[in-house]
């Protein structure tokens, strides 16, 4: 049996750092964050623990969450809020933090939750909307921002595919509907081409490649119970086959 080869490459994934090594039986991207950067990073992805607001993947480079927010003009807080977060009172949280600035710089976790708690009005901390804490939306829409996740992602499921042998699976577990819906839309144009025969029965013709699972897979309650960090998890599987 051949020798198993092992190697690792401190990149991103969307600089392809294996292409020389393709094509490839399987690709798995487990997305996001790991609960050690969570856990023991203290670069402030957590709204949860006073750390310093970091957020970066990769400390070596980048600009900090806290560079984001002292330099960025309001319309730019409010663009990356509402698309990255779907924070409804985006406005109002980067008005308050450009505000605050002019005092203080905002470089500590406490800081930036304070900000997003005063900014969201009582009803709604009852019901809908803060149904989760209302700092969650902020911290996952600068955590993306920082680390250009969506960028990145974007530029894998359009090339990963293609480095697959024929036979060879892309599975992608995604954690929230913005990473999800751009997976889906990538696997749905590779598995259906568009029927371009106006006389043909149906409006697509299979790709080179097929969806695995229709509309993916996510965890058993009784996954969620052992692993609540599993609870928005969807995985998606892409096959080549031909
Ligand atoms: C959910 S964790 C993976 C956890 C791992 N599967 C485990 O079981 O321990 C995702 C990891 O991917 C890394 N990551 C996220 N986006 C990346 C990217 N564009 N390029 C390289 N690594 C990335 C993160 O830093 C994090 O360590």
Same mark, same amino acid.
């Given at each position: 049996?051949g020798e198993k080869? !092992?190697?690792? %490459?401190?990149? $991103?994934?969307s600089?392809?750092?294996?292409?020389?090594?393709?094509?490839?039986g399987?690709?798995?991207? *487990?997305?996001?964050i790991? %609960?050690? +950067?969570f *856990?023991?990073? %203290?670069?402030?992805?957590?709204?949860?623990?006073?750390?310093?607001?970091? @957020?970066? @993947?990769?400390?070596s480079?980048?600009?900090s969450?806290a560079d984001?927010?002292a330099?960025?003009?309001?319309?730019?807080?409010?663009?990356i809020f509402? *698309?990255?977060?779907? &924070?409804?009172?985006?406005r109002r949280?980067?008005r308050?933090?450009?505000?605050?600035?002019?005092e203080?710089?905002?470089t500590k976790t406490?800081?930036l939750?304070?900000?997003c708690?005063?900014n969201?009005?009582?009803?709604?901390?009852?019901?809908?909307?803060?149904?989760?804490?209302?700092?969650t939306?902020v911290?996952?829409?600068?955590r993306?921002?920082?680390n250009?996740e969506l960028? !990145?992602l974007?530029?894998a499921?359009?090339?990963?595919p +293609?480095?697959?042998?024929?036979?060879g699976r892309?599975?992608v577990?995604t954690? !929230?509907?913005?990473?999800?819906r751009?997976v889906?839309r990538?696997f749905? #144009?590779? #598995?259906?081409i568009?029927?371009?025969?106006p006389h043909?029965?149906?409006?697509?013709?299979q790709?080179?490649?097929? &969806?695995v699972?229709?509309?993916?897979?996510?965890p058993s309650v009784?996954?969620?119970k052992? $692993?609540?960090?599993?609870?928005?998890?969807?995985?998606?599987?892409?096959?080549?086959?031909?």
């Amino acid at each position: 049996m051949g020798e198993k080869v !092992h190697s690792y %490459s401190h990149a $991103n994934f969307s600089e392809m750092p294996f292409h020389k090594d393709s094509p490839f039986g399987f690709i798995f991207l *487990d997305l996001g964050i790991s %609960s050690a +950067h969570f *856990d023991y990073f %203290s670069r402030g992805f957590s709204f949860r623990y006073d750390e310093e607001l970091d @957020m970066r @993947m990769d400390a070596s480079k980048g600009k900090s969450a806290a560079d984001v927010l002292a330099k960025l003009p309001e319309d730019a807080l409010v663009k990356i809020f509402f *698309d990255y977060g779907e &924070e409804k009172f985006a406005r109002r949280i980067a008005r308050q933090i450009v505000e605050t600035r002019k005092e203080n710089p905002i470089t500590k976790t406490p800081e930036l939750v304070k900000i997003c708690e005063k900014n969201y009005p009582p009803k709604y901390k009852a019901k809908g909307h803060a149904q989760k804490h209302p700092a969650t939306r902020v911290f996952q829409a600068l955590r993306i921002y920082v680390n250009r996740e969506l960028e !990145h992602l974007e530029k894998a499921v359009e090339f990963f595919p +293609h480095e697959l042998c024929v036979g060879g699976r892309f599975a992608v577990i995604t954690f !929230h509907s913005l990473e999800d819906r751009l997976v889906k839309r990538a696997f749905r #144009s590779l #598995s259906q081409i568009a029927q371009v025969d106006p006389h043909a029965k149906s409006n697509f013709i299979q790709g080179n490649f097929r &969806e695995v699972y229709s509309g993916g897979i996510t965890p058993s309650v009784e996954e969620i119970k052992q $692993n609540p960090r599993a609870r928005s998890a969807r995985l998606r599987v892409l096959e080549r086959i031909r």
